[in-house]
């Protein structure tokens, strides 16, 4: 009794599941159009000055007079602190009486020295006593120089007791008051007395922490806007200073500090003020861009097949042989055997089954030559050869135009060329190896590449896995999109400029969802730049909704599983429906093989 209720249960479960699987979605559309990207590196940082200056007193005493405070903008050679001059004062009268005492001595030394100089003319005093008397006046002359010095001194430390602004600014911090008493910074042990602490805040920098993902990104002399917590809706525009080289690890995250100079002639930025920094990386004017929810990668896409009513294993080989036109997936190799009227992508052997949006490991491309580069004078006859017989270079590029195309497969091309090769007495290896261009390794492959086996057909790049890609093989990160071309800032070029990559949108006409792989640029939080596989105009499908339909199907199956296990007729139930489903989602209904087999 107990059996027959929970299979009644569990039936119930299932129909009710059905019933909602057979419930219609609405997927909703966007079309293609024309924009403005503009991608940038945000971070968050704080105001600082750039020049702070620490002020302090080379005299020591007590502060009797202070005329600035915190917030104060002062000149250049403003008062700022007025120590007690009493002491210093005393030695400066003290070391001044010595001057004139000495300078008097000076006087009455000097006319000495002239009575001995005339009494020794006269032979009156011997030479000893007139040395003596010269001897004397130069004393004079030193003591008035000693004199002299220690009056210097004793002017500047009666000067350093009046302290004034060493430049223009603001005072930002003040760490002493009327009264207090401070140690001199050229005598005391600790470096003395910081007085206070001005900058010049007409300009000021942002200190922003960017992560390493997007460090790379940025450059000295990019453009930068800071928004700060204080003026959320006032944009302050500014330049990358530099990058600081030593990272900052916070919270296991590690960052780099990221230096913006900024404009305050206004005075509305304060050191210490929180807010935002966004670098602008790259801007691409009047492109075609389409929503980010319509994209998905390679992988993702079949996933969605069961929520747009079409079968995941054709969208896999929609996907596939789509890709090899693009140049392959990254890591297919370059096998030629034709499949549906397309090159395949270098898949698993006949027999094996890729899961949707599997990709498999690279493989070394057949046709490549094995053994070592020819030489530069191999490569010399094979284009005198090529020169002296055009129609033969006609008839090859013939041939590898025909694979493209899919009018036949990579075996017969090769079997043609290789009997080219033979008309123009040179070795197919050696052709193979000068890569068509008649340079060693040419054609832009790693070992060269035989023209007509495996090379690329003229406006179409060879990337580094022997695939003819259109518009620039994946991997070749200094190539340009077809549309958009990046715009140089301050600094130069954008970092980022010509990184393209593929991706699977869904184009719907007449109710139809039809999988179309597409090359993609930049992207921002809203929308992906399409460089090539879309028109303007184009309608896409909006993918939140399927994907949401797909989780549930998935959820769907494996409750499934758990409710039919231990139970016959259960269990084939769900065997027919892994059987129909042809692999989409474990036999979920609606995920490519339609409802379970009774």
């Known amino acids: 009794m107990k059996r027959h209720t929970f299979l009644l249960l569990s039936l119930a479960v299932l129909a009710a599941c059905k019933k909602e699987e057979q419930q219609v979605i609405t997927i909703p559309t966007a079309a293609v159009a024309r924009r403005t990207l503009v991608l940038d590196a945000t971070a968050s940082g704080s105001v600082e000055p750039i020049n702070v200056v620490e002020v302090k007193s080379k005299s020591s005493g007590q502060i009797v007079q202070m005329t600035v405070e915190t917030g104060s903008m002062v000149r250049n050679?403003?008062?700022?602190?007025?120590?007690?001059?009493?002491?210093?004062?005393?030695?400066?009268?003290?070391?001044?009486?010595?001057?004139?005492?000495?300078?008097?001595?000076?006087?009455?030394?000097?006319?000495?020295?002239?009575?001995?100089?005339?009494?020794?003319?006269?032979?009156?005093?011997?030479?000893?006593?007139?040395?003596?008397?010269?001897l004397d006046y130069a004393n004079a002359q030193a003591q008035v120089i000693r004199a002299r010095t220690s009056l210097d001194l004793a002017q500047q430390r009666l000067d350093d007791a009046t302290v004034r602004a060493p430049s223009g600014g603001t005072v930002i911090e003040k760490t002493v008051s009327l009264g207090q008493v401070i140690t001199s910074a050229t005598s005391g042990v600790g470096g003395g007395t910081t007085l206070l602490k001005m900058a010049d805040l007409t300009k000021v920098r942002m200190r922003a922490l960017f992560n390493e993902t997007d460090i790379g990104s940025v450059s000295a002399g990019q453009q930068a806007t800071v928004t700060v917590d204080a003026f959320p809706d006032r944009p302050f525009r500014g330049?990358?200073?530099?990058?600081?080289?030593?990272?900052?690890?916070?919270q296991s995250v590690t960052m780099f500090p990221v230096l913006i100079s900024l404009?305050?002639?206004?005075?509305?930025?304060?050191?210490?003020?929180?807010?935002?920094?966004?670098?602008?990386?790259?801007r691409r004017e009047n492109v075609l861009a389409v929503p980010n929810d319509a994209v998905r990668t390679a992988r993702e896409a079949p996933m969605m097949a069961g929520a747009l009513g079409l079968s995941t294993d054709s969208v896999s080989a929609a996907i596939q042989a789509q890709m090899a036109q693009f140049g392959g997936m990254r890591g297919m190799g370059g096998r030629g055997n034709q499949e549906g009227g397309l090159p395949n992508m270098g898949g698993p052997p006949r027999g094996m089954r890729m899961m949707p949006g599997d990709v498999d490991l690279p493989q070394q491309p057949q046709g490549r030559p094995q053994g070592p580069p020819p030489s530069e004078a191999d490569c010399a006859k094979y284009r005198d050869a090529i020169a002296k017989k055009p129609e033969v270079a006609a008839q090859l590029q013939g041939l590898r135009q025909k694979m493209m195309n899919g009018e036949m497969d990579f075996a017969a091309m090769r079997e043609e060329s290789q009997k080219l090769y033979a008309a123009l007495g040179v070795d197919a290896s050696i052709a193979r190896g000068c890569g068509g261009g008649g340079?060693?390794?040419?054609?832009?492959?790693?070992?060269?590449?035989?023209?007509?086996?495996?090379?690329?057909?003229?406006?179409?790049?060879?990337?580094?896995?022997?695939?003819?890609?259109?518009?620039?093989?994946?991997?070749?990160?200094?190539?340009?999109?077809?549309?958009?071309?990046?715009?140089?800032?301050?600094?130069?070029?954008?970092?980022?400029r010509g990184r393209t990559r593929t991706g699977v949108v869904f184009v719907v006409a007449n109710g139809v969802y039809t999988?179309?792989?597409?090359?993609?640029?930049?992207?921002?939080?809203?929308?992906?730049?399409?460089?090539?596989?879309?028109?303007?105009?184009?309608?896409?499908?909006?993918?939140?909704?399927?994907?949401?339909?797909?989780?549930?199907?998935?959820?769907?199956?494996?409750?499934?599983?758990?409710?039919g296990g231990g139970m016959p007729g259960m269990q084939r139930q769900q065997q027919g429906g892994a059987q129909g489903g042809g692999g989409g989602g474990g036999g979920a209904p609606g995920a490519g093989g339609g409802p379970p087999r009774q």
């Open 439 to 496: 340079r060693p390794g040419g054609a832009g492959a790693p070992g060269g590449q035989a023209p007509g086996a495996n090379a690329a057909p003229p406006g179409m790049a060879q990337n580094p896995g022997g695939q003819a890609a259109q518009g620039g093989a994946r991997g070749q990160r200094g190539d340009r999109p077809q549309s958009g071309g990046a715009v140089p800032t301050q600094g130069g070029e954008f970092p980022m």
């Open 239 to 250: 330049t990358v200073e530099k990058i600081e080289p030593q990272a900052v690890v916070q």
């Open 77 to 134: 050679g403003e008062l700022l602190v007025q120590l007690e001059t009493r002491d210093v004062q005393n030695q400066f009268d003290q070391t001044k009486a010595d001057l004139n005492a000495a300078e008097a001595r000076l006087q009455m030394s000097d006319a000495q020295k002239k009575r001995s100089d005339g009494l020794f003319a006269q032979r009156i005093i011997t030479a000893q006593e007139n040395e003596t008397a010269q």
């Open 515 to 563: 999988p179309k792989v597409i090359r993609l640029g930049i992207a921002n939080f809203d929308y992906t730049e399409v460089v090539s596989g879309l028109n303007e105009g184009d309608q896409v499908a909006l993918l939140a909704t399927a994907a949401i339909q797909a989780a549930r199907d998935s959820s769907n199956a494996r409750f499934r599983q758990m409710t």
């Open 263 to 282: 404009d305050n002639r206004e005075g509305l930025l304060k050191p210490g003020m929180n807010g935002e920094a966004a670098v602008l990386v790259d």
